[in-house]
């Protein structure tokens, strides 16, 4: 996809570095690109960080992150809702969603799937989807999330957009555990998304909505 325009993006992420995995390669080429790229997180999940951290690090580490993929620090917003617990919010979380809305208003909007099983990511997929239904909408992938995923959009990356995003996610040290926090995994995935279009990298989404302005 050539973005012809210089365009406002907003990146949701409903906890510090969903936005990373699912479309990391897909912020840096953007920003390189000329584009201007905010990012929002609801949730820096203190209520499940491991003990031997502070239960504020993720604050720390997703400044850290989204600095290395090229977001300015007064383009990345940061929402205090506790871990799992968003369905149940989920008027406070549209209103926020609304404000950045009003505030940045967004070309292109990048999100979790609708098929997304965890449920802070749902909550905020179907939240986003009322508050940016005027925007063009990408979900973005999430593979042990996602029971089903349709590669309906490709963003085709550089190895220079694939070891930006590896380095930004080497920033959260408090989420080395996760067995998809390797190196390893995201370059396979990315190029597993590659060979779909014949190229070497790239980030799959599902096109839920392409407005044409």
């Known amino acids: ?55 504020d690090i993720l604050i720390t580490e997703v400044k850290a992150a989204t600095l290395v993929l090229g977001i300015e620090p007064e383009k990345l917003f940061l929402f205090d809702y506790d871990v799992r617990t968003f369905n149940y919010k989920r008027q406070n979380i549209l209103d926020d969603l609304i404000k950045l809305r009003t505030e940045i208003q967004p070309d292109i909007v990048f999100m979790p799937s609708l098929n997304d099983l965890h449920q802070d990511h749902k909550t905020i997929a179907d939240e986003s989807l009322r508050a940016f239904k005027f925007s063009t909408i990408f979900c973005y992938e999430m593979p042990w999330n996602n029971i089903t995923f349709t590669t309906s959009a490709f963003f085709v990356l550089s190895e220079e957009h694939v070891a930006v995003k590896v ?26 998304r590659g060979v779909q279009i014949g190229s070497k990298y790239a980030e799959s989404f599902e096109l839920l909505r392409y407005v044409v302005r």
């Open 1 to 55: 996809m050539v973005l012809d325009k210089k365009k406002r993006i907003l990146v949701l992420a409903p906890h510090t570095d969903d936005g990373e995995f699912g479309c990391g390669g897909t912020i840096n080429k953007l920003i390189k690109e000329g584009h201007d790229v905010y990012y929002a997180a609801f949730s820096a999940c203190q209520q499940s960080v491991l003990p031997q951290f502070p239960s």
């Open 167 to 192: 380095d930004a996610l080497k920033q959260y040290n408090s989420q080395a555990h996760r067995t998809y926090a390797n190196e390893n995994f995201i370059r396979s995935l990315a190029t597993t």
